[in-house]
DNA sequence: GCGACAG
DNA sequence: ATCTTGTCGC
């Protein structure tokens, strides 16, 4: 079972005349992180009503939202005997369900995370690089992934190789490498040779167990790779203002963590460049400094280009 | 209302 | 990430 599907089989112990929230059914997968990814799930829920969703409300007592209305929502809590007051359910103590059993899958790849952090390497795992491959992913209903190579020498494209497949994971800050890590690995298969570096919309190990994305994917499939995000994570960021061409580094529990890097002087916000696994600090700034002909480097705008496009046209 | 957490 | 017209600034 997937884990969407197995979220759904959690609200499913909601007893009739009960109710819950979002933040104990987040807490039931494992990291209360996980609530509006909750909220996402219940409003596409294809099984309402044998999947209570109207029995999901905020946990101030407050109804929250319904997909149909929520006057839909009030009349099937109240059918069920629960009592609702204008926008908010009464005695929401009494009704309050959050006894739920779980395996906490989130906790479990919480777990994943701690341990492959361990072999995670911060040196260069190349003497030359010949290839920088840049990976994104697009969504509609499925997931649509893009890898475009590039020659480092030359700048040239080397190769450009695009898939499609299902996702069953939604998007959970900090779990990132659980919905996106089967498509990036699909893309590497069909590619076959592997880029000397591969550069992965979001981060390394500038993640608050030190295991974003790109750490994942270079630990897992056993290659040198890097992170570029838009937006920070976590930690802080030295200086405030960076001028173009310019970097502030960026700290996590004290230690350095990856770099804010001001690519274009068409932006003010920086992008956020950490090492992913066997590149080190230095070489994960250069390679993306060489690449940045405007915000992004050129593969993931490329890579970024290509799965839009396999998506448009799908 | 603020702060805000990759994609 | 996605939903989406026009608008601002270099």
């Given at each position: 079972m997937n884990f969407t599907e197995y979220f759904y089989s959690l609200v499913k112990q909601?007893?009739?005349g009960k109710v819950s929230t979002y933040g104990a059914l987040a807490r039931a997968l494992?990291?209360?992180?996980a609530s509006r990814a909750v909220g996402r799930m219940l409003n596409q829920n294809p099984y309402a009503p044998i999947v209570p969703c109207h029995r999901v409300v905020m946990s101030d007592g407050s109804l929250g939202g319904f997909g149909t209305g929520i006057e839909k929502k009030i009349k099937l809590l109240k059918k069920e005997g629960v009592k609702v007051s204008g926008n908010d359910i009464l005695d929401f103590e009494k009704a309050l369900f959050t006894d739920f059993m779980s395996d906490f899958p989130l906790k479990k790849m919480r777990n994943e995370q701690k341990r492959l952090r361990?072999?995670?390497?911060?040196?260069?795992?190349?003497?030359?690089?010949e290839t920088v491959g840049g990976v994104d992913v697009a969504y509609s209903h499925k997931g649509f992934g893009g890898l475009v190579v590039y020659?480092?020498?030359?700048?040239?494209?080397n190769k450009r190789v695009s898939v499609k497949d299902e996702i069953d994971m939604p998007y959970i800050p900090t779990y990132l490498a659980f919905r996106e890590l089967p498509l990036i690995e699909k893309l590497l298969k069909k590619y076959?040779?592997?880029?000397s570096v591969l550069l992965i919309d979001g981060n390394g190990v500038l993640h608050p167990y030190g295991m974003g994305i790109a750490s994942h994917v270079g630990v897992k499939l056993d290659i040198p790779t890097i992170g570029v995000a838009?937006?920070?994570?976590?930690g802080e960021q030295k200086d405030d203002k960076i001028l173009p061409g310019e970097y502030s580094e960026v700290e996590y529990e004290g230690n350095l963590v990856g770099y804010a890097y001001r690519?274009?002087?068409?932006?003010?916000k920086p992008i956020y460049i950490s090492p992913?696994?066997?590149?080190s600090f230095e070489t994960s700034l250069e390679v993306i400094k060489n690449f940045?002909?405007?915000?992004?480097p050129e593969p993931i705008r490329s890579a970024h280009k290509l799965a839009t496009e396999a998506r448009n046209s799908a």
């Open positions: 909601i007893p009739k494992g990291d209360i992180r361990k072999s995670v390497r911060l040196e260069d795992g190349f003497d030359d690089i020659d480092y020498k030359s700048f040239d494209i076959k040779q592997g880029p838009k937006k920070l994570l976590c690519s274009s002087p068409r932006t003010k992913g696994h066997m590149v940045c002909k405007y915000k992004l």
